[in-house]
């Protein structure tokens, strides 16, 4: 233990968390953009993404192996050198014919190895830390975990887009402003076919400035529009044709049993006895839409293809594309025009601009640099780990028999379900986030709906602002300050008053419910408050997962604890939107509420040494 005295936590509890975060971000995040700017199909996309998170759903049914087999600190560097080659991997292959088969390989491959990785650095970090200590850092963790989290979906799609930029062609810009005193667009299709220039390649646009009303079209006139603009860039192969799946609502399949005598029913006596008594406006409308038209300059080599990437520079997030962002120019339609589509968020009124580029550059290019430096980045986190994590575990055995793997992965999971107050543990873990899972499903549709059913009417743009900015401060700050109060009075002294902070952070969505207020400043401390109080309250929760685990297959028992708590965020916020239609939002935050009752009755169940978490003097 001399090298964890003489190491402070500040030397690896950062750079092990922002290593924890970065793939997870990577596979979950980053691919997706990946294979939209590669031209992937949305369909494809999902699918196969989708099947991504798998790992991490599961990753309680091999942690055992972790704690049997060798430390924490060899699978910790062992798994971040299997992610840097996986990295690596996606690299090499972004550039080949078969290149979407090989990155989802590669993506499985860092999956896995990200999962396991979670598993060893969690179990390492409280083998490291007494409880006191755990209960200090655990802010520390959550924030650099965040960190990665901005920087995956922030800086690196930041850094692949001036690459991008920086090896085609000039860079085409547009500037799309918003105002209710501009004329209403007048869209032409003029499919002329174009002359070719002398000079080198370019596109090119006679409208670099559009300018969109605010006033507003009926929703069929904008779904005409928008689909015109589609099918043009299809049919002229600017768009690849992509089939979709009819909406099995429309084909009149027969109800079930469970439909037709429960959930119908149950859900009518809701809304019957509970919903709110509100007139809900029909709202047939649709924001505006503003149409341009762009060129390439002359006609390329025959079998090459010139793809146009245009996505938003800077501006107001409420003017959105919605046809165009992946053009694709070639010998047989160089000469024909292609159309982007741009279009309002219906609750936009006032002027508002939005800057957006279009680049032409060697994506494969650019996303292979972007993922070659990840893995370079990881191939430091190896070399600075194995430095610097403390040597403190004793090195497994090193011969284990299968006989002796299935014995001790059954009695890793024996253990767990029957230590002291397991079944108020496992009750604590599924509902200690039973109101906030409901929650955080309708924070984000109740702050863009309209007034006329209950939201507070913001634009796309206000919400990245209260939520993406405001709300993650208040997060943060909340998970430090709960670190540092719960290691100085314990896990037992702050359970209850971080239970309640959850509880009653919430209340500020029953006021915003209730007051609809447009008052963009309260709306930015309501969601503070709330994230705050989850952050605060959150502290809590993570430290009873690892006081639980304690002991005996503590990384083992952590990840199941992880497991439980997975479920009971999932199954609570798979009802949230079909109770918010039945009751209303302002009921519906009441009910919220009145659930917050379920962890405390939770929290006030365990028993808990009074001295865990709590810094020794």
Known sequence: MNSLKKRSPWAWIPTLYFGEGLPYVAVTVVSVILYKRLGVSNSDITLYTSWLYLPWVIKPLWSPFVDIFKTKRWWIITMQLLIGAGLAGVAFTIPVPFFFQATLAFFCLMAFSSATHDIAADGFYMLSLDASHQALYIGVRNTFYRVATITGQGVLIIFAGLLESSSGLEPLHITVSAAPDCAPSAVQFSGENSIPKEGELAFFTDYQNVKISTQLLDKDSAKALIDKVRLWNIENSFLPAEQTVADKTSTGSPTTVWHDHVSQPLGTWIKRTFGEDRQRIINNQAGNVGVVEVRLSNKPDEGDEVVLNTTMSSGDKSISMVVGD???????????????????????DIASTAEYRGTSGNVPFAWSITFFVLAGLFLLFFLYHRMVLPRHELVSR????????????????KTFFKKPQAGAAIFFMLTYRFSEAQLLKLIYPFLLDSKDIGGLGLTTGEVGFVYGTIGTIGLIVGGIIGGIVASRGGLKKWLLPMTLSMLLTCLTFVYLSYFQTENLLLINIAVLIEQFGYGFGFTAYMLYLMYYADGEHKTSHYAICTGFMALGMMVPGMFAGWLEELLGYQHFFVWVMICGIVPVVAALLLKIDPNYGKKSR
């Open 398 to 413: 090193v011969t284990v028999t299968a006989k002796d793997v299935f014995k001790e992965f059954g009695h890793t999971f």
């Open 326 to 348: 992946r053009l694709t120019f070639h010998a047989g339609n160089w000469d024909k025009p292609a159309y982007l589509a741009f279009q309002l968020d219906p609750k936009l």
